[in-house]
């Protein structure tokens, strides 16, 4: 069995990541609740303050299969972000976030994907992360934009959701990471606005 992997403390500009905690629960419970986070996520329905409870003390522990970091934004739990192993041996991994939804708009998720995507080329020694979305979640597009991954591709019942298929956009990066946008957001809704 492979060694969990460590939940380091990382910087940006504005976050600072870092292993959750038990007073996170609060706020992870809100966030769980909230009607995008359960359009967009796989987040259970019905979802409890025990559940958060076991979210922020078990489901988030160190694991040799993901680094689940809370998001701290000014001394508050501002979302979390994880990064999996897709395969070890070929240093490919996914990433999932969502945002507390008090603080969306104002960046926290791009400065977030940018500190964890360089954790994972530069620290992990990683070769790809690779983001998927539902189709037409702007908001989560734009974070993974920002942080130079590539246009995304439209795939048809890409991902699986409370048991239904649905369509997804999915992109690639590969190390290393760019240092900003490689394409124009234009470019970006124009290949995928009719998918959205
Ligand atoms: C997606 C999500 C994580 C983004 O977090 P955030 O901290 O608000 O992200 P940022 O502020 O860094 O960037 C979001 C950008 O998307 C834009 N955006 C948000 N919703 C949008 C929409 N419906 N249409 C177009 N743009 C949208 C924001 O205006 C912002 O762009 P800007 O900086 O140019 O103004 C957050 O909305 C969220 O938690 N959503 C629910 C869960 C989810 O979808 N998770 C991702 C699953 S793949």
């Known amino acids: 069995m492979s060694e969990p992997l460590a939940i380091p403390v990382l910087s940006g500009d504005l976050v600072t990541l870092r292993p959750h905690r038990e007073s ?26 025990e559940m958060a409870l076991s979210y922020v003390t078990e489901f ?27 395969e070890v041996d070929a240093g490919a991994g996914s990433l999932g976030y969502a945002t507390h939804q008090d603080f969306r708009g104002r960046g926290v998720m791009t400065d977030a994907v940018r500190v964890v995507v360089r954790h994972a080329f530069e620290d992990l020694g990683w070769q790809t992360v690779r983001w998927e979305a539902h189709a037409g979640n702007w908001g989560s597009a734009k974070p993974v934009w920002r942080t ?49």
């Open 148 to 196: 130079g991954f590539p246009v995304p591709t439209f795939v048809p019942d890409l991902l699986v959701e409370r048991g239904t298929l649905v369509d997804g956009w999915i992109s690639t990066l590969h190390a290393p990471a760019p240092h900003g946008p490689v394409t124009s957001w234009d470019e970006v809704r124009a290949a995928l606005e009719r998918s959205a």
């Open 24 to 49: 996170d629960a609060e706020g992870v419970f809100q966030r769980a609740t909230d009607p995008l986070a359960q359009r967009y996520t796989t987040v259970p329905l019905g979802y409890t303050p």
């Open 60 to 86: 988030t522990a160190p694991s040799p299969d993901q680094i689940c970091w809370a998001i701290e934004v000014d001394g508050a739990y501002a979302g979390s972000i994880d990064l999996r192993v897709l």
